[in-house]
């Protein structure tokens, strides 16, 4: 099993920012494989604009000093994604019609989306969309694989997204702490790994 013991995410506020984030919730620990709980609340003040740009940058302790880890070690596809959908709405209206049958991901149109299409629209995205409680979805079976190969530690992730014209428009902090048993798998490469 694979459990999530720490969770949180946070974005700028700053009145330059296309989005913020007022509340991100998941309940822990949580095993990946199961069903997960979560809250969310988030602002889109302007429309996503179309030529949005997004930057990952993961840093972890799991080798004992914190350094960067490409993504590209632990998501198979990610090079794929950087050359193909440099734009997260291209990689939106993929995934939309490739794996939902030309539908948009349940989670999303749980949130407000009426459909897949880019730009995305200003307006106020929830989960859930209506009434208190937590939402309960389960994370698609690709992605356990995924993270069947995280090895314990803490994690970092910076989402930045920048439109083409007028720079950085959001930023995302996600921060977690795995524990899975694993030790960091060679092919990471990260300093400190003893086999």
């Not at 309960?136 to 079976?141: C, S």
Request: hydrophobic share 35%; proline share 8%.
């Amino acid at each position: 099993m694979i459990y999530l013991f720490l969770f949180s995410l946070f974005t700028g506020q700053s009145s330059d920012r296309v989005f913020s984030i007022n509340k991100a919730w998941v309940k822990t620990p949580l095993d990946v494989t199961k069903t997960v709980e979560t809250s969310f609340d988030a602002f889109l003040q302007r429309p996503l604009p179309l030529k949005t740009k997004l930057d990952i940058i993961v840093t972890t302790n799991a080798a004992g000093p914190w350094q960067t880890l490409d993504p590209a070690k632990f998501v198979r596809w990610w090079p794929l994604y950087k050359s193909m959908y440099t734009y997260p709405c291209s990689y939106l209206v993929f995934h939309s019609y490739m794996f939902n049958g030309g539908g948009c991901p349940k989670p999303l149109l749980d949130t407000g989306f009426t459909r897949c299409r880019c730009p995305v629209p200003a307006g106020i995205y929830k989960l859930p969309s209506r009434g208190t409680g937590n939402y309960k979805f389960n994370i698609p079976k690709p992605w356990h694989a995924v993270f069947l190969k995280f090895a314990d530690g803490k994690y970092s992730a910076t989402l930045k997204f920048t439109d083409e014209d007028i720079g950085e428009v959001g930023c995302v902090q996600i921060e977690a702490t795995f524990k899975t048993g694993n030790k960091p798998p060679k092919e990471w490469g990260l300093v400190g790994f003893v086999g």
